[in-house]
Nanobody, 122 residues
Framework: QVQLVESGGGLVQAGGSLRLSCTAS????????MGWFRQAPGKEREFVAY????????NYADSVKGRFTISRDNAKNTVYLQMNSLKPEDTAVYYC???????????????WGQGTQVTVSS
């Protein structure tokens, strides 16, 4: 079992930046591939980014490529999502997830955090 807690969300103006953190407890984060997903009101949860156990491979949704960066510090049991050049359409609840597979599909992840709200004003 692993427990995930996201932090770092908030309200930011368009063009601004935020850094989300996801800290794990219970088991070492290095055992898992990690993903970030988001869900806007009235929409389905969508893939944002993932990073493999060692951090050697990352993948991004086209909508965030070049603006968001996923990284991890296994010694700190933490995964990050640096979000730059934020747009109003990035407004959503952001979730981190841990799984044995690195995938763009939420169904491959076994553990989820409670989410953190990101609101981008125009």
């Amino acid at each position: 079992q692993v427990q995930l807690v996201e932090s770092g969300g908030g309200l930011v103006q368009a063009g601004g930046s935020l850094r989300l953190s996801c800290t794990a407890s219970g088991r070492t984060l290095g055992s898992y591939n990690m993903g970030w997903f988001r869900q806007a009101p009235g929409k389905e949860r969508e893939f944002v980014a993932y990073i493999t156990r060692s951090g050697s491979t990352t993948n991004y949704a086209d909508s965030v490529k070049g603006r968001f960066t996923i990284s991890r510090d296994n010694a700190k049991n933490t995964v990050y999502l640096q979000m730059n050049s934020l747009k109003p359409e990035d407004t959503a609840v952001y979730y981190c997830a841990a799984g044995l597979w690195a995938s763009t599909s939420a169904s491959f992840y076994d553990y989820w955090g409670q989410g953190t709200q990101v609101t981008v004003s125009s």
